[in-house]
């Protein structure tokens, strides 16, 4: 069965995140803090981790780190109320997968985590750990989701759109994104529409 190791210091947290995985049949293990979570990590191996960002004792970026060089391949989501694209690069460039932003909202919660685990059982066992990511903070297998949800808009996309069409975090998409622009896989231009200041659109070549 499907286990969640859980990495939060707030109880009352935990135990949210304890029962909404337990809604979707999936185990949990709990740690209050990241070297609690790294000791569960190694004993527990867990399929997917939620770290909180702000903890005592080790962060949760260092906590990221920290996981990261035990697993390539396991997705580790972080908790945050954090939305600024400068903290979520820095969480994507320490290996972490995605974000759940807080207050949680158990449906997106548990589609995200549904993408994640349907990533890491596509891709286990067909990789080797150097493989996993194209660049630093930049997975295959996430890459490719983006892409192919991208290849279904003939109309191109925006930003929420496609947030909306790979149930990734928003901070997470535009990182993919720009990765994207930059190597000319994909093109934007942006949408005056009606009303309202414009919006880039995504499309791909």
């Not at 109880?11 to 609690?36: F, H, P, Q």
């Not at 997917?48 to 060089?69: F, I, N, Q, S």
């Amino acid at each position: 069965m499907t286990k969640i190791l859980i990495i939060d210091d707030e109880e009352d947290i935990r135990y949210t995140l304890k029962e909404i995985c337990s809604l979707s049949g999936w185990n949990t293990c709990e740690a209050v803090n990241g070297n609690m979570g790294l000791k569960l990590f190694k004993k527990e191996r867990p399929d997917l981790v939620l770290v909180d960002y702000h903890m005592p004792e080790l962060d949760g970026l260092a906590t990221v780190k920290a996981l990261r060089k035990l697993s390539t391949e396991v997705p580790i989501i972080v908790l945050t109320v954090d939305e600024r694209q400068q903290v979520a690069d820095t969480f994507l460039d320490a290996g972490a997968s995605d974000f759940a932003l807080k207050p949680i909202k158990a449906p997106d919660l548990i589609s995200r985590l549904k993408v994640h685990l349907s990533i890491l059982k596509s891709t286990q066992g067909q990789v080797e750990d150097d493989d996993v990511y194209t660049v630093k903070g930049i997975s295959k297998a996430t890459l490719k989701l983006v892409v192919d949800y991208l290849k279904t808009c003939s109309n191109g996309a925006s930003i929420e759109e496609i947030t909306d069409g790979v149930c990734l975090a928003y901070p997470t998409v535009h990182r993919y994104l720009m990765y994207l622009v930059d190597r000319g896989d994909i093109l934007v231009q942006a949408d005056y529409g009606k009303v309202g200041r414009p919006k880039n659109r995504y499309y791909n070549k």
